[in-house]
């Protein structure tokens, strides 16, 4: 998995949560019958705006015309057409289920770096010194625009679920997009405890009214364990453009460089996966793996072993590297398959 | 037989008269061989006339596979024993003149003599001076004559009339029945002088000018007797008491109190050089005359010369000063100063045949033109010394200039190459045309979209078809390049430099582009044409450096002017 594929999974796992909370406090308010007033007692009727809202008696909550005016970026233009949450449980006054499901989020990512841009210069050299494998994850806003994406308008989809009594919780995201590919994660944890999971509450308030969602999401995993790890992707350009953004990079013209330059990723990988594992001939076909999703992208899983656990305090070093020790910990098979997407 | 010859003799083998070998020269000449040497590879040849080679003054030619055998130790060496030779087979030999080749070029010239126990004398400076003048020859001049600035000497035999310049203050002044003149110098008004004539006695007039001999005398308007000119003329310029017959080349003014007049002394077709001398004539301000005519105090002479190369080898340079000095005994056999100058242009040289302060070219045009300048004095019967504090070799001066700026441009160039030794491709190219860096078509587009204006971009393109005003790129992505008029006119690969935008809507639908980071529009200001795939003639450092600093002789690793044999 590539760096900026983490960094989707990160952005959706906090999408996730965020929008989980915001529903388990609109269910909480259930009693009043009310959302719009539930959003003005929380602070964050001026961050949300929709168009109708229904309740089912099935407990399932729909939004409709949805547009969230985040506090960091008050201006983005976004909209959501459907916004559905269902299955809401509480356990001891403790939200412990709820899922989601977001249909066609859409903004422009052209639009967020325009918000968060500096001075002209500073943009311009940014991009023009980007680094191809670095700046995927120091800059993963240019990495997905440069891979061609600038509209989306994804399918979301979220589901959490949480015990009081065990502090076992479990994170389930997807997203899907015409230029982002589709991609899920599937994360079990244990060891997370009541005031660990209230600080996701306080996140995502902060998200959208002052306060750092950052801060507050710091230590929301110290002393948890990961139990279970899978996640996917599946091709749909992303990939492909990166690539072909390479390509002009290195004035490669579909020639031999480019195989020549393909060769040279097995080793690469290999060499970064034995600092963190001596396994060096799995690590080969990890890297195997990997170098064959990036000549030809299609589906890609990562799934961990059943019944290994790490703790995410052995874990250390920048992003990639604790991702990819993680991975190596929970012994996880890397595969590929064909995709119909 | 003395142990003497007995090395000789072993050195070399004597030639009998009977088995004589002969070598026909191209010149025509019969040579003889006279002695030779295979281990030293020497051959000594006398040139002979209707079969005989032994006079009184031989000539000999002597072919050497190895040009050191001209240096002096050796040469030396060679023509004691060639003495020995000599003595046996030549007793009336007094002198030789002596033609060394080398490579069957002509390597050394000098002379020996009978009086001087055959030591040659230093003659290899020769040597430079063929192959100064070798390299004068191959620079492209007329064949007929060899052109200097404001002068041109005319082809063949052509006579050479005097220039007379405006600032010159003369008159011509006719006798009465107008069959003879002189041209008079003055700084009276024409109109003044219209009614003045001259009397002649002891002189023919020939083509209607005093030559020669003469005693004008000179009568003003009111037919008062003005001056009486008793002495030489030429040209019918007063001289005094000074015969000189020379051609007048230019006739000019420094000031109103001192007149110049230049003449040809002798033209060197072999080293392209024209030896000009100057005559000055002083206006006495008490009586408002002109002195006559002269040359020798100081003697003035010029090498004119656009072959700036030969006052570079001081060898050349004495040999030049001394051809001078030969023409100061013949002009001026009395003189004990003389004033010598290289130039490009036969007058106008301040300090020169100039006054320091007063007329000619000034400053560095002036300057531009002198090439060599020394003052030589000698005492009576002694030989001319260079009087070195006021010697200026401007040539080597500006050789040494040149030079100091073509090592400053080898140390940039070398850092130019140490440089791009550790460049990319993309750096490489940069270093081609000049600019900071080549950008990326997708990061720049990007960069535009974002910040919403035109990004000034030098981009690596391969151009798939132009026309009159736009061009379109195949690589790296399908985009629209305008403003192209004057600045494209072929396809290929270019490195193109203008602002790079992103389509507009409509842009977009017009030209069906969908994808945002690709759909670009370059408003072009300038485009270089590449010779090879993908501009791939940046990968030849050495070409790419010399190209940029216009040097296509540079080569990298070593400083210039570094000789052969330094460490």
Redesign the interface.
């Known amino acids: 998995m590539t760096k900026s594929m983490w960094v989707a999974v990160v952005i959706l796992f906090l999408l996730f949560t965020a929008c989980g909370v915001f529903m388990v406090l609109l269910q909480k308010d259930e009693e009043l019958k009310n959302v719009h007033a539930f959003l003005t007692r929380n602070g964050i009727n001026a961050a949300v705006s929709y168009r109708d809202i229904s309740l089912t008696v099935a407990d399932v909550a729909v939004l409709k015309g949805v547009s969230v005016r985040p506090r960091a970026l008050p201006s983005l233009q976004n909209h959501t057409k459907r916004f559905t949450v269902r299955d809401y449980r509480e356990s001891g006054g403790v939200p412990s289920k709820i899922a989601f499901d977001a249909e066609k989020v859409s903004l422009r990512l ?1 639009d967020v ?2 918000l968060l ?1 500096g001075d ?1 210069e500073s ?2 050299d940014a ?2 010194f ?1 680094n191809p494998a670095e700046d995927v994850l120091n800059r993963p806003l ?1 990495a997905l ?2 891979a ?1 994406c ?1 509209r989306i308008s994804a399918n979301v989809t979220g589901e959490y679920a949480y015990s009081p009594a065990n502090g076992n919780m479990r994170l389930k995201a997807g997203i899907s997009d015409k230029c982002l590919g589709a991609w899920t994660v599937d994360v079990s944890l244990s060891g997370v405890s009541n005031a660990q999971q209230g600080q996701l509450v306080l996140a995502f308030k902060h998200f959208l009214r002052k306060g750092d969602p950052v801060k507050d999401l710091k230590n929301f995993l110290d002393g948890a364990t990961v139990t279970a790890f899978s996640a996917s992707y599946t091709e749909s350009g992303l990939v492909r453009g990166y690539k ?2 390479i390509d ?2 290195y ?1 490669r ?1 579909g020639d031999a460089a480019g195989a020549a330059e393909a060769a040279a990723v097995v080793p690469a990988i290999t060499g970064y996966l034995s600092m963190a594992n001596a396994h060096r001939q799995r690590n080969t076909e990890i890297a195997k793996t990997l170098a064959a999703f990036l000549n030809a992208p299609d589906r890609i899983t990562f799934q961990s072993k059943a019944g290994k656990k790490v703790p995410l305090r052995v874990l250390g070093g920048t992003f990639l590297r604790r991702m990819t020790d993680l991975l190596l910990r929970l012994d996880a098979s890397v595969v590929l398959e064909k995709s119909t997407f | 037989m003395n142990s003497f010859f007995k090395t000789a003799a072993l050195f070399f083998f004597l030639t009998p008269a009977a088995g004589a070998q002969t070598l026909d020269i191209p010149t025509g000449h019969e040579m003889k061989r006279i002695a030779y040497s295979a281990k030293a590879g020497v051959e000594v040849f006398a040139e002979a006339e209707n079969g005989k080679w032994c006079d009184d003054i031989l000539s000999l030619k002597i072919f050497a596979q190895d040009e050191a055998a001209f240096e002096e130790p050796a040469l030396n060496a060679l023509m004691a024993k060639v003495a020995v030779v000599l003595k046996g087979e030549c007793a009336a030999a007094q002198q030789a003149v002596i033609d060394g080749y080398s490579s069957n070029t002509l390597v050394y010239q000098g002379s020996a003599s009978a009086a001087d126990k055959w030591k040659p004398e230093k003659g290899t400076l020769k040597v430079k001076i063929r192959q100064l003048q070798a390299a004068a020859v191959a620079a492209a001049r007329p064949k007929d004559g060899f052109p200097v600035r404001e002068w041109t000497p005319p082809a063949g035999k052509q006579k050479i009339m005097a220039h007379i310049d405006q600032s010159a203050l003369e008159h011509r002044v006719y006798s009465k029945d107008k069959r003879c003149s002189i041209l008079y110098t003055t700084d009276k008004p024409a109109a003044k002088m219209k009614n003045w004539f001259i009397s002649v006695g002891g002189n023919s007039c020939s083509e209607n000018l005093v030559y020669g001999r003469a005693e004008v005398s000179v009568f003003n308007d009111r037919d008062n007797l003005e001056t009486t000119l008793d002495g030489y003329f030429t040209e019918g310029r007063f001289t005094g008491r000074k015969n000189l017959n020379v051609v007048l080349l230019n006739r000019y003014g420094a000031s109103k109190d001192e007149q110049v007049a230049s003449y040809l002394i002798d033209s060197d077709p072999e080293l392209k050089i024209h030896y000009v001398g100057y005559l000055k004539s002083r206006r006495n301000r008490k009586t408002g005359l002109y002195s006559p005519w002269a040359g020798c105090a100081p003697f003035t002479i010029a090498a004119v010369t656009e072959n700036e190369e030969l006052f570079l080898e001081q060898a050349v340079t004495d040999n030049i000063l001394r051809t001078a000095e030969s023409f100061a005994d013949i002009f001026c056999s009395g003189a004990t100063r003389m004033r010598f100058f290289a130039t490009t242009a036969p007058q106008g040289i301040a300090g020169m045949d100039m006054p320091e302060n007063a007329g000619g070219d000034e400053g560095a045009d002036a300057e531009s033109k002198l090439i060599y300048a020394a003052v030589l004095e000698r005492k009576p019967a002694k030989k001319w010394t260079i009087a070195s504090d006021k010697t200026q070799n401007l040539a080597r001066l500006r050789e040494n200039i040149r030079r100091n700026e073509d090592l400053r441009e080898h140390q940039l160039m070398m850092a130019d190459y140490n440089e791009l030794t550790k460049a990319d ?2 750096g490489r190219l940069a270093y081609m045309i000049g600019v900071d ?1 080549i ?6 587009l ?2 535009a ?5 035109p ?1 000034r971009v030098n981009l ?1 393109v391969n151009i798939a078809s132009s026309g009159l005003d736009k061009a379109w790129v195949e ?3 399908e985009f629209l390049i305008t403003q192209a008029s004057g600045l494209l006119n072929r396809q290929g690969w270019h490195i193109v430099s203008g602002n790079l935008r992103a389509m507009t809507a409509e842009e977009r639908k017009k030209y069906k582009k969908d ?4 759909a670009g529009v370059l408003e072009l200001s300038a485009a270089a044409a590449c010779e090879q795939e ?1 501009c791939g003639e940046v990968a030849d450092l050495v070409g790419l450096i010399r190209r940029r600093h216009e040097k296509p002789n540079w080569r990298p690793y070593h400083a210039p002017y570094r000789q052969e044999d330094e460490p």
């Open positions: 052209t770096a325009r841009k002209d943009v311009i991009l023009a980007f240019y625009m440069l061609g600038d072909r953004y002009t990079l004035l013209r | 491709y993309l860096r950008d990326n078509l997708p990061a720049m990007t960069a979209s974002i910040i919403q204006k990004v690596l690589w790296p992505s994808d945002p980071f690709t993908a």
